[in-house]
């Protein structure tokens, strides 16, 4: 039933909006109508067109008053993924809660939040609360937490589109129906920008059986976004992955310098800190006025650059992910991007950083940093301005988190098992779980499985004759407590100086490599490493000599399906010799050089490139599927090729395609290409070829974190990567020894295939190629598209001085061998779709 409050607040809310010099908009009136109709629903509009506004008008304009003496229970849940982005709305719902709700309080709960405050929020919850997943799941493993949510009439999850495609989506749909079971008429609205399968979304929000009481609100689509493209001093027709570098330096300085506030976002982190070095080297004046912003930097620190952001203290900063959802209600006029975004709703995302007001232009210039990607900025450009964008897969049936979910209920006051099962079906993610997989997860925390039930810290959940299953162990409980959430990475080391500042965290295989006077940059800085001592690298500031570059083991981006199809189109169009964009005219020499020696794909077709030199055979695939695919693809061919003739390869991929070196000769015939796109047993070839056991292992370490089995160590006693991969190598062993049908071991390599070969469009790359017919070309001399693949294998096995030189000298001979030549080039062999594969 509407609320006969809501209206006349709803005139309090223009008028509050008036004094800040703003007018609602139709999509924000509708949600708050929406809202005191009392259904739930998903907020779809560009980034800073005002979605924190319409969902939490609505929940204000619903709440009760309170008085002074006694202000109103929890009453809104708001969830965010980003602590930083946690803090942005915690200030946007007290500024808009102090003029409408004055008697509200507004609090924030993280990993962050000091002692203090967290037990007066333990002693008086505030009325509304900004929180994280794993804050919230803290909350429900409290045995008093339906008493402390039982008057929330709104929740709302922020960034939907970046939870859902995630385990820590699934903590939230598990965490949602959880509180749906208490107050199931309290609205949950989620707020999503640059999502594509919208409906998805909304089911993984709301529940499917809840999808027809709830709407999907768009907002306004017409915010103008302008993406331009930086063009390089100088095209090069043998590209190779970051040749461009920092040789775009001085058009990144001039963008700066004719903007107020700019952010100069890389696709990771060690990139970030050479951009940062670069900018600091090229304009030391500008010290103390851009700052270096990624999420292995000090809390305090991030949190210093955010909030000079905010006030305009900060003339740019370089940055990672860690600001595509962050600095809401921020002042900056500019975003630049290093390389190509990937993906198109990455693109729109951080492009929504700048303008981030209603009304106002959101401007990003790409920069890219080898040729090829000023065809992936055009297809981009391509695509935003028709409104395409990417899907986000919602994750479904994880095993590690329901086990955890499971721990976390029985410490929440315990459950019965019937009653929590038909809950956990009313998720997306569990909707199809099955009575056997159900009863496995069950099993598993109670006994420990077929092969840890002789051990009593996995028997961590006992059912008792009343039918409620509990952890009845005070050590088990800390434990758990202590380990709630998905997020897992690397062993990470503390870098410290030697006076006791601490600057943020580093991978422990990175430090591993370092020796005592070691020089590394690090935070914006040049350090020198002392020592390790106790999980903590002590260093000291290092004169500005030779320095390696701070490494993580965070994969490269891949081409997303979206953009890859699109690049694919614009190669096409090149190949039928028309250039319709300022990128492609830029890149046509390069374009028509690789016409010229093997050939361009139209868009329907592929390309495979024999190459014979002295240091092997190569051939060459150009799929243009994005390099997780590619990696895939690269696999299930050269297994299949040394089944053929034995052999061994050694694998090249990129964005564009891969490359298979061998040091016999390889006469790959027509039958043979379709040999490899054979549909029989393509998962079984993958796994064989890419030694599966292995790589399911490594998958492993991560379930068993997640899933509880295995813990990181109480704060301050943290155990090292060597010991937790240690730990849960045994478990792998044991389960795979002993228990072989377990089904955490299932989940690892069915999680090896979907996140490091996206097995998805794995299989519907290959539906593509057998559909599509195979320009198969022999080729004199490395090619455009080549190129790059070559100094990929090179990089392997060369310094950085070796690679350059290598690199300078080959191209020299292949431009000299372009300029010699105008020929035609040498004529195709075309393999029709479908040849020789068998069925």
């Known amino acids: 039933m509407p609320d006969d409050r809501a209206a006349p607040l709803h005139d309090a809310t223009r008028a509050w909006f008036a004094s800040q010099g703003f007018t609602p908009f139709p999509f924000q009136e509708a949600v708050w109508a929406a809202h005191a109709a009392g259904e739930s629903g998903l907020i779809h509009a560009p980034t800073g067109m005002g979605k924190t506004y319409a969902a939490l008008m609505g929940a204000l304009a619903e709440g009760p008053n309170g008085g002074a003496d006694e202000p109103p229970p ?3 849940l708001w969830i965010t993924p980003l602590r930083a982005l946690a803090g942005d709305t915690t200030l946007a719902i007290t500024r808009a809660a102090g003029a409408l709700r004055p008697f509200w309080t507004v609090g924030l709960r993280t990993g962050d939040t000091p002692p203090a405050l967290r037990a007066r929020q333990d002693r008086r919850m505030p009325t509304a609360l900004v929180t994280t997943p794993e804050s919230l799941t803290l909350f429900l493993s409290r045995a008093d937490w339906r008493e402390r949510f039982a008057h929330v009439t709104t929740v709302v999850v922020d960034e939907w589109h970046e939870l859902m495609a995630s385990k820590r989506g699934v903590q939230v749909e598990l965490a949602l129906a959880r509180l749906r079971g208490v107050v199931p008429a309290a609205r949950t609205w989620g707020l999503s920008a640059t999502l594509a399968n919208l409906d998805d979304a909304l089911a993984c929000l709301v529940g499917p059986a809840n999808v027809s009481r709830a709407r999907i609100i768009q907002g306004l689509e017409a915010k103008r976004i302008v993406i331009e493209t930086a063009h390089p001093p100088t095209i090069e027709r043998f590209p190779w992955a970051g040749h461009i570098g920092t ?3 001085p058009e990144v300085i001039k963008a700066i310098e004719r903007a107020k506030t700019t952010l100069v976002f890389t696709n990771v982190r060690s990139s970030a800190e050479i951009w940062y070095q670069a900018l600091i080297d090229a304009r030391p004046d500008w010290a103390g006025t851009i700052a270096l912003h990624h999420g292995s930097l000090e809390r305090d620190v991030r949190e210093w650059v955010e909030d000079a952001i905010r006030d305009r203290k900060l003339r740019a900063v370089v940055c990672t992910s860690s600001l595509d959802l962050g600095v809401d209600f921020a002042p900056v006029d500019q975003v630049l991007q290093i390389g190509s975004p990937k993906g198109v709703a990455r693109l729109l995302q951080r492009a929504g950083r700048s303008g981030h007001r209603p009304g106002e232009v959101s401007k990003i210039t790409v920069l890219p940093t080898h040729a090829l990607e000023l065809v992936e900025a055009a297809a981009a450009r391509e695509a935003a301005a028709e409104r ?6 919602p994750i479904e049936r994880s095993l590690d988190v329901l086990v955890q979910h499971l721990v976390t209920c029985a410490l929440g006051g315990g459950f019965v098992p019937s009653e929590l099962l038909a809950e956990v079906r009313g998720t997306h993610a569990y909707r199809a779980l099955d009575d056997f997989q159900w009863q496995w997860a069950l099993d598993f925390v109670v006994h420990g499985g077929a092969s840890l039930n002789a051990y009593p810290e996995y028997r961590r959940v006992v059912i008792g004759d009343d039918g409620i299953a509990r952890v009845p162990d005070r050590r088990i409980a800390q434990r758990h407590r202590q380990s709630i959430g998905t997020i897992v990475a690397d062993a990470s ?6 006076n006791g500042k601490r600057l943020g965290t580093v991978e422990e295989s990175f430090i591993a490599h370092l020796r005592p006077g070691d020089c590394f940059v690090f935070a914006g800085k040049v350090l020198e490493f002392v020592r390790v001592r106790e999980m903590t690298a002590w260093v000291k500031p290092a ?3 030779s320095a390696i570059i701070t490494r993580w083991m965070g994969a490269k981006m891949a081409l997303s399906t979206l953009l890859a199809e699109r690049t694919r189109k614009l190669v096409g169009e090149a190949a039928e010799g028309r250039f319709a964009s300022p990128e492609l005219d830029l890149v046509r020499p390069l374009l028509e050089l690789q016409q010229r020696w093997s050939g361009l794909p139209r868009m329907h077709e592929w390309l495979v490139e024999r190459i014979t030199l002295r240091d092997g055979h190569y051939l060459f695939f150009y ?12 696999t299930l061919f050269a297994y299949r090729l040394a089944q053929i003739r034995p052999r061994t390869f050694t694998i090249t991929i990129n964005d564009y395609g891969f490359g298979l070196l061998s040091p016999l000769p390889v006469d790959l015939t027509l039958g043979d290409i379709g040999r490899l796109l054979a549909e029989e047993h393509v998962e079984r070839d993958i796994l064989a ?3 599966a056991a292995e790589l399911g292992r490594r998958q492993f370490r991560e379930i068993a974190r997640v899933a509880g089995l295995v813990f990181q ?10 010991q937790l991969q240690a730990s849960s190598g045994l478990l792998y062993d044991v389960f795979a020894e002993y228990d072989p049908q377990n089904l955490l071991l299932a989940q690892a390599v069915r999680e090896v295939m979907e996140r490091h070969l996206e097995a998805p469009r794995l299989a519907a790359a290959l539906t593509r190629l057998r559909r599509s017919p195979a320009l198969l070309r022999t080729a004199q001399r490395p090619t455009p598209f080549a190129f790059p693949l070559m100094v990929e294998i090179f990089r392997e096995s060369m310094s950085n001085e070796a690679l350059e030189t290598r690199v300078t000298r080959m191209v020299a001979e292949l431009e000299a061998a372009a300029a010699r030549e105008g020929a035609a080039p040498p004529p195709a062999l075309v393999v029709p779709a479908n040849a020789g594969i068998q069925r």
């Open 623 to 634: 799929p243009m599927e994005g390099r997780l695919a590619h990696l895939g693809l690269a």
């Open 689 to 691: 070829g890419l030694n």
């Open 713 to 722: 160590g109480f704060p301050g006693q943290g155990h090292s990567n060597r």
């Open 493 to 498: 080391i503390h870098v410290q100086m030697r």
């Open 74 to 76: 929890l009453t809104l």
């Open 247 to 249: 040789r775009l330096l």
């Open 543 to 545: 004169p500005r000599k």
């Open 388 to 393: 395409k964008i990417e899907p986000r897969v």
